[in-house]
């Protein structure tokens, strides 16, 4: 993503959050982006595609330290599990997305709300796979049951804490408190064998591991150009080793975890930070389906 976008976005979630998003305009956008229409069709096709946006990456953001977190750590281990849950809520916090997203849910624009409930489905997918790390794969016919449960447990104690409560939220104390309901939860399901949503509810999203492996390579070989006029030694030796580990037959996690999460590390704060967390979401996706077949 280049730096005139990304002024775009900024400038439209400003106005989002400050006017709503209904009452904000693609005009309004312009004027205070000193930008033409042009310019902003260039990057969006509307003003909901640029909301969209907004939110994507946001969520990109989240996938991507929840991996990193992750990473050289035991994924049965619930304390891991509750810090990945709570870098969803830090980051929609840090963003200020929560206006947005309560503007989009009380809206009437299909295309919208089809869009956040896309990404809710994501989000309850990944909370059940990473239920079978915690519990076992005994726990994977009810996983997707407890998850829907267990998040929308900590919806609902958010919801009222913010709204009822003088205090400020404490997201570790929420987080844990609701896990440590989990565990019976759990527990209940898997002794009385009981499932109430089907396994194809939750079937995976149609990419393979060759089609994104192919995918990544072709981003990875576009970013090592931009980086290479830019002469940066260690980034292009980061694009330069996982280029080359991609293309084994069988890449080695581990080690695409490590580079990965020292890549995004060494790029914080470059012209070209923005660009290589896209590409490394992407790495993270694939390392996802490669352990998931494993």
Not at 218 to 231: M, R, T
Not at 255 to 273: D, H, I, M, Q, Y
Request: contains cysteine; proline residues 1%.
């Amino acid at each position: 993503m280049n730096d005139r976008k990304r002024k775009v976005m900024l400038t439209a979630k400003k106005l989002f959050i400050e006017k709503g998003f209904t009452s904000t305009s693609v005009q309004d956008i312009l004027e205070v982006a000193k930008i033409s229409k042009g310019t902003f069709y260039n990057y969006f096709t509307s003003k909901n595609e640029c909301l969209m946006a907004i939110l994507e990456d946001a969520h990109n953001e989240s996938i991507i330290r929840r991996h990193e977190l992750l990473a050289g750590r035991d994924k049965r281990d619930k304390n891991v599990l509750a810090e990945q849950i709570i870098v969803r809520m830090q980051v929609n916090r840090e963003l200020n997305l929560l206006p947005i997203y309560e503007a989009v849910f009380y809206s009437n624009d299909e295309e919208l709300r089809n869009f956040v409930k896309t990404t809710h489905i994501n989000e309850l997918k990944w909370f059940a796979g990473r239920l079978v790390d915690v519990f076992g794969e005994a726990a994977e016919p009810h996983s997707f049951d407890c998850s829907v449960m267990t998040l929308g447990m900590i919806q609902q104690l958010r919801h009222f804490w913010t709204t009822g409560s003088s205090k400020e939220l404490d997201i570790q104390k929420l987080v844990h408190f609701t896990l440590r309901r989990m565990d019976a939860l759990m527990a209940d399901l898997m002794e009385q064998k009981e499932v109430l949503l089907e396994k194809q509810m939750i079937a995976a999203l149609g990419i393979s591991s060759k089609e994104l492996k192919e995918k990544i390579q072709v981003e990875f070989i576009a970013l090592k150009k931009k980086l290479e006029q830019g002469a940066d030694e260690n980034s292009l030796a980061y694009t330069d080793f996982l280029l080359t580990e991609l293309q084994a037959e069988n890449p080695r996690v581990v080690l695409l975890e490590a580079v990965g999460r020292s890549f995004r590390e060494a790029s914080n704060g470059t012209k070209l930070s923005d660009r290589v967390n896209e590409v490394l979401y992407l790495l993270w996706k694939y390392i996802d389906i490669i352990k998931t077949s494993s």
